[in-house]
């Protein structure tokens, strides 16, 4: 189970001395303990894994011979615009904390235990030519579209307006979601599981998402508890999902507490 899903005063405990600590180790601690030398930045890595799926995607095709099976096609196609759009967001605003020198140890352990598995997707659709039917794959193609528009709309204005001025974002995107951003990558993600309808996919993603993602959103709602406006923003906001009753109920769009893109006239 995903346990940032669980009720704060349940799921902060967890993530504070179980799974928190234990991503850190795997993180930071195992680097740490065995040296290896630097080998560039860790969005090479990344970048390489996201950037080019579709090789890996055509590769299982040729292979497999599934040409003419449907639901590889989609996933190529899915997963293959993911890919380009990560491109070009690495281009445009990249992630600033994958941009520090890493060891060639973290490189290893980012590529084997977050992004490798995910390969594992095209490879149960080609091997096993999963079938899928039309309204499953529109319904993953819709979802997969969503959360893209999500992922890059939230990390753009996230890395803008940092670059402006350090605060707390409480507006546009992140207005009643506190993590939109992370949203759209596992509707991104959970389209591609729910397209190859593998209980193994979905196992991975469970696994990645509650500890990378679920440390990362953890830590933030710790930050966003010491910084003015915090509470109050996290009260009227969802964590993970947006809280539909603050925004059906609200008078007008809330403003950031952080920095404000609007000209004041004088």
Not at 110 to 121: G, K, Q, T
Not at 151 to 172: C, E, F, P, R, W
């Amino acid at each position: 189970m995903v346990a940032f899903l669980l009720p704060m005063p349940i799921a902060a405990p967890i993530y504070k001395h179980v799974l928190s600590p234990l991503t850190n180790f795997i993180e930071l601690g195992i680097p740490a303990m065995i040296p290896t030398p630097m080998l560039g930045k860790l969005c090479w890595t990344i970048n390489f894994q996201k950037c080019f799926c579709w090789a890996w995607c055509l590769g299982l095709m040729h292979y497999y011979g599934t040409w003419d099976h449907a639901p590889s096609w989609m996933y190529l196609s899915m997963h293959g615009t993911y890919g380009m759009l990560w491109c070009l967001k690495e281009l445009i605003f990249p992630d600033m904390s994958w941009q520090k020198p890493s060891s060639l140890l973290t490189h290893i352990i980012a590529m084997v235990v977050v992004l490798a598995p995910y390969y594992y997707f095209s490879w149960s659709i080609n091997a096993n030519r999963t079938p899928a039917s039309f309204p499953l794959m529109a319904i993953c193609n819709a979802v997969h579209c969503l959360g893209c528009v999500l992922m890059m709309a939230a990390d753009s204005q996230k890395h803008y307006v940092l670059k402006a001025k350090k605060g707390l974002i409480t507006d546009g995107w992140f207005a009643y979601c506190r993590n939109t951003n992370y949203l759209g990558e596992m509707m991104i993600y959970g389209s591609y599981a729910a397209l190859s309808q593998d209980w193994i996919s979905w196992a991975i993603l469970v696994y990645v998402w509650g500890l990378a993602f679920g440390r990362n959103m953890m830590a933030k709602e710790e930050r966003c508890m010491k910084k003015p406006g915090g509470p109050e923003y996290i009260a009227r906001s969802g964590l993970i999902l947006p809280d539909l009753y603050s925004w059906l109920t609200a008078d007008s769009a809330p403003e950031s507490t952080g920095v404000s893109t609007r000209s004041k006239k004088k």
